[in-house]
């Protein structure tokens, strides 16, 4: 199953002066357990997007199914599909409100009808999943760092057992060492649950390792939709609306155009690594595993 989006408009202060199209004729299918990253530059509709997969926005026209199903129809339960598509607002702290981290991560549980006890082991899971000490847990979220209030803020969701997850710039504010543990997180959750993962991020580099897919959002509209190598491959047009492909792609264009046979659409420094190791050697990564064996 998937959600779908057809035909989806957003428009902020509609028949105003402030009138502002956010979303214009949004067409996107999102499988069962695709990593999916959103890029885009400010204002180009990222975040309204996602907003919309789980009703949080309603759209001013077009329809979204889940599992088949019009979310807008009168009798579809909303708050149903907001308890299996999970999102993670980019700032944790506006989700964090109880007195400790443990009441935090059993609020939605409990707000799904479970009795007390249920909503406790939803908290444990959630809480060990993420990787937070047990000491935390009856401390307030608010003494916690940045990187630990991301966790928290991600157990939360992963405490109502979503089937997607949704993660608006998860790792804004952190230093390079809690980014990666973030996002490995994140990648681990993807892999070990097989749970659909939307990433809204600024960072190329990040999308390009982690995500399967690409979403490339452009005044409120889809400019891409395809795997990295095929989205970085328009890195030029990428340019001229404010985003860029990752860095190693620029050098390897560099390295092929002074001739050396190489990979000029590597996205990633592992990717780039072996096609390295093979133009200056003349032995792939795969020949040498061999030989190693």
């Known amino acids: 199953m998937s959600i779908i989006l057809d035909k989806v408009n957003y428009i902020y202060s509609p028949d105003t002066a402030y009138q502002i199209q956010a979303l214009r004729d949004i067409n996107l299918e999102i499988k069962d357990g695709q990593f999916i990253g959103i890029i885009g530059h400010t204002g180009s509709g990222k975040s309204t997007l996602i907003q919309h997969l789980n009703g949080l926005m309603r759209a001013t026209s077009g329809a979204i199914y889940f599992h088949g199903l019009d979310i807008y129809d009168e009798d579809f339960e909303l708050r149903e599909l907001r308890n299996r598509v999970g999102l993670v607002f980019q700032y944790p702290e506006h989700q964090l409100f109880e007195t400790t981290i443990f009441d935090d991560v059993c609020f939605g549980p409990q707000n799904q009808g479970l009795t007390k006890e249920e909503a406790g082991l939803r908290a444990f899971e959630a809480l060990r999943s993420v990787g937070l000490p047990e000491e935390l847990y009856y401390q307030s979220p608010f003494d916690l760092s940045g990187g630990q209030k991301r966790r928290v803020a991600i157990a939360g969701v992963l405490a109502m057992k979503p089937e997607v997850l949704i993660l608006d710039e ?124």
């Open 170 to 293: 998860p790792t804004a504010g952190l230093d390079p060492a809690g980014r990666d543990e973030i996002l490995d997180l994140i990648a681990r959750m993807h892999r070990e649950r097989g749970m659909t993962v939307i990433l809204v991020s600024h960072s190329m580099e990040d999308v390009a390792k982690y995500v399967d897919r690409i979403v490339v959002m452009n005044q409120g509209q889809v400019l891409y939709d395809g795997v990295p190598r095929e989205v970085f491959r328009h890195y030029r047009e990428l340019e001229k609306i404010g985003l860029a492909a990752p860095q190693v792609t620029y050098l390897m264009h560099e390295l092929a155009a002074a001739g050396l046979k190489v990979d000029a659409e590597a996205t990633t420094v592992e990717e780039a690594r072996a096609c390295l190791m093979e133009a200056l050697t003349g032995v792939s990564s795969a020949r040498r595993d061999i030989h190693r064996e």
